[in-house]
Nanobody, 126 residues
Framework: QLQLVESGGGLVQPGGSLRLSCNFS????????IGWIRQAPGKEREGVSC????????RYADFVKGRFTVFRDNAKNTMYLQMNSLQPEDTAVYYC???????????????????WGQGTQVTVSS
């Protein structure tokens, strides 16, 4: 059974950091493009970052470039999102998701992801 479980969300002050984790089970990361997507209150879901199935390529949305880093640990079947210099506008539910196949250097559209975790809340507030 394929499962994705996020953890690591919480409340942080502006300028602070958090590291999100997404543990995968039931499938091999070698065949999936995996990514982080967020949804703020009253807004549409938006892609944040992704890693190619080979693990050799990462992509970031412009609004997180230079602040967020995505990486994965194949041995632990886990993907991480290191978030630094967090701002109130980063407040959202963060989801990890997986899409079967290789999208090359590009992230899938949010609607293309096949499997989703339950989400973890990130709140940036003083």
């Amino acid at each position: 059974q394929l499962q994705l479980v996020e953890s690591g969300g919480g409340l942080v002050q502006p300028g602070g950091s958090l590291r999100l984790s997404c543990n995968f089970s039931g499938f091999s990361l070698d065949y999936y493009t995996i990514g982080w997507i967020r949804q703020a209150p009253g807004k549409e879901r938006e892609g944040v970052s992704c890693i190619s199935s080979s693990g050799s390529s990462t992509r970031y949305a412009d609004f997180v470039k230079g602040r967020f880093t995505v990486f994965r640990d194949n041995a632990k079947n886990t993907m991480y999102l290191q978030m630094n210099s967090l701002q109130p506008e980063d407040t959202a539910v963060y989801y990890c998701a997986a899409d079967l196949g290789d999208h090359g250097p590009w992230c899938p559209e949010t609607s293309e992801y096949d499997y989703w975790g339950q989400g973890t809340q990130v709140t940036v507030s003083s």
